[in-house]
C-alpha cells in the first residue's frame, strides 16, 4: 500500500507508490550505452581533452606540474559574471541583483570516456581536493553567499558534453530552498538538542536496512523518504556545518565511499544518468550544532512533471530498503 | 549582463543568464512533431478512445448523457489509495502516513489526436468544469487538505500516454512547498497589507511588457522571474484563494485565455512540451486576504540539473520580456 515519507530533516513529504512499485532491477538501463563503449579514449575536438585545453580559461590545475589530472577553467557560457559590482535594486516589486558570481568547470581527468565510477579512489581524491581548493579560494571573495559543487552525468541529468566534468557555481545569494533548510534543522535542534542529520544517520547505522555502506568518517545510505529510486545520501560521521571543514584524511575516505557507491550504480544499473552535489552550509556559516554536509547522488531514472511542479512533493516508485538491499549486493 | 530576479511572492530567486541567452526563436522545435501529425484521429488499442472505455473506473463524464466530452477515470496505477484508513506513525525519526489520496485522469477529449490547444474555448470550458466538480466532490471528504490539478503535454513533460489528458491528485497533507508559499504571501500582508498576487499582477498590467493578454476576468503574463523560458502565470483579476471559488463566468473567460495562450505557444514555438497547474489553496483554506489562485504554464524547454536540485535556484537562458513580445505577435 502506498505510503507518505517525511524527510525529518527537510520536512518534505514523499509518496512512496508501492502499488506501482518497480522492482530495483527494473531500473537497469536495457542498453548498454557504457561511455566506455560509444566514446573514443581521446577526442581531438573536445576542450577538456589534453592537447587542446583553452589556457585562457584555466583557474588551475592538479597537480600543479606535470601531467595534470585535474583542471578548473572558467566556463565558456557562464550563469553568472566574475567582473562587476554587486548591485542590488527594489522598485517595490522587482527585486534584482547583478548577477555577479562563479560558474566554474572541474576537468576530472584527461581520459575522454572515462567517468567518476571507472577511476580509481586516488584520483576521486584528487578530483574532492580540486573543489576543496576552489571551493577555499571562493570563500575569500566576501561577496559570496553560498557554493553549489555538483556533477551531471548523461543527457537525462543535463550534461550537454562527455568528457567526464563537474560544476562549481558560486552565488551572491543564499537560495531560499537552503534558507528553509537551515531554518527546519534549527528548529529541530530547538526542539531537540541535536542535529537532525546526527539523528538520522545514527538510526540508519542502527536498523541497517537502507545502509550500503560505511567507512571510517562516511554512511552511505537509500534515504527514508526518497524522492526517487535509489536517492543517496553519504553523511560524514563527524558533525561539521561545510565540506570545507572536512579534516584531510576524511576526503581520502570520501574518495573511497564515493568510488564505491557510483561503482555499484554503474555496474548495478548499467551506468546510469545521475546528478551529484555536496549539500553545504552557505559560506559564511563557519559552525554551528544543528546544520550538517553530505553528498547526495539522485540517479535520474523517473521525470518530474506537472504534479512534482504543482507541490513539490515527489512519487517515488521504488522501495527504499529494496533499493539499498540491490545496490549492497552489487559486487564491485 | 546576468540578473538575478527575486518572484516577490515565493522569495525565489532566479538567474536570468543573459550572457548564454538565447532569442525567442532559438526554442522553436525544430522538427515538426505535432500530436496531429504522428497520431491517429481514432486508436482502437487507447484505453481512453470511445469504445475502448474501461467504464469500471469511471467517475464522472460530461455532457451526462450522450456522446461525452469529458471522462474522469481512476488511474489503474495510482499514486495514491482511495481506500483505507488514514493512519500516522512515528517512532522519533520516521514519520508516515498512509497514502490515502485521490488519483484520477481528466480525459480532455474522444479524439486521440488532438490537445487543448486544438480544441474550441467551449471545450476547454467543459474541461475546467470538469476540474470543478472534481474538485467540489473530493473537498468533501473531510480527510484531504490539498488538490494539486495538472497536465503533462508531452514526453519531456511526463507525459506517459498520447490522448489528451489531465490529472487529479488529493492528498491528505499540505506539502511542504505550498506551507512555504502560504507563509511568504501572509508575511507579506502583514507587512503591507496587501495580497501580493494582486499586485504583482497590477503591476503587470501597468508596466505592460510582460503582458501576453488579458481579458475581463484574467491577465496572462510571462514571470518577471520567469523560472524557466516561457513561464506563464494567468491570474485571475478577482482576489480568491481557490479555483473551486470562481465566478460561473470566469470560468469561460479562463477557457478562453487559455486557449489563446496554448495556441500562442502551439503556433509559435511548434507544440512544446509543457506542464500545466492550476495553484490553488489548501481545501480547508476557503477565504482570506493574503493568498490568490492561477494557473501556471510552464514549457519543458531546459533541463533542471544537479546546480537545480543543489540549490533550489533555476537558470534561465531567455529574457522574459522578450518572451512576452514573441508570444504576443504570434498570430492566433
Redesign the interface.
Known sequence: ??????N?A????V???N??AKRPHDYIEPERHLTTDTQPFYDPTCPFCPGGEELDLEIERLPETGPWQTRVVDNK?????KE?ELTRTFDG???????L?YHEIVVEHPRHNTTLALMTPAEIRVVLQTFYNRGWAITRDPRME?I?????HGVR???TLKHPHS?I?A???V????R?RIEEARRYFDDNGECVYC??MQ?ELQKGVRIVEANEHFVAFVL?AASSPFHIWIVPRQHSVSFLYAQKDALADLAHILHNMLRRLFLGLRDPNY?????TAPVKEISNDYLHWYV?I?PRLS?????E?????F?NPSLPEESAAFLREVNI
Chains 1, 2 share one sequence.
Open positions: 500500500m502506498p505510503e507518505l515519507r517525511q525529518l527537510t520536512r518534505d513529504w509518496i512512496i507508490a502499488e506501482r557560457f557562464p550563469a553568472l559574471s562587476g516589486v522587482h527585486r534584482c541583483i547583478f548577477g558570481g553560498q553549489i559543487y555538483f556533477k551531471n541529468a543535463g550534461a560544476q557555481i552565488l551572491p545569494v537560495p531560499n530552498t537552503i528553509h539523528v538520522m538510526d527514508y546528478n551529484l552535489v555536496i549539500r547526495t539522485i521525470r518530474t512533471a506537472g504534479f511542479l504543482g507541490s513539490g512533493m512519487i
